[in-house]
């Protein structure tokens, strides 16, 4: 079973930075693509950023030049670098892994951001 342990959560204050981490842990599967969503109370489920392969990203124009998604793959791990954070960005993240051999997505469980201005 494939599983993805998100960290790095947590309150922090506007124009302060955060670090989420994504480890895929059990069985090993191909990695096509890696994501980050978010979701804010009483909004759908958003793209935030995404990896393909190892160098490939692609982010949501909120937030264009302050987040840097990134991949390690000796570890098995994607990042999510947040810089100047704003009380917008408040939300449950989401870690995605997606599986195009089996066509399948996995996701985390969420971790808390919470920006106080």
């Known amino acids: 079973q494939v599983q993805l342990v998100e960290s790095g959560g947590g309150l922090a204050q506007a124009g302060g930075s955060l670090r989420l981490s994504c480890q895929v842990t059990g069985r090993r599967v191909p990695i096509t693509l890696m994501a980050w969503y978010r979701q804010a109370p009483g909004k759908e489920r958003e793209l935030v950023a995404s990896i393909l392969g190892d160098s490939d990203t692609n982010y949501a124009h909120s937030v264009k030049g302050r987040f840097t998604i990134s991949k390690d793959r000796a570890r098995d791990t994607a990042y999510l670098q947040m810089s100047n954070l704003k009380p917008e960005d408040t939300a449950v993240y989401y870690c995605?892994?997606?599986?195009?051999?089996?066509?399948?997505?996995?996701w985390g469980q969420g971790t808390q951001v919470t920006v106080s201005s």
């Open positions: 995605n892994l997606f599986n195009g051999a089996e066509r399948r997505d996995y």
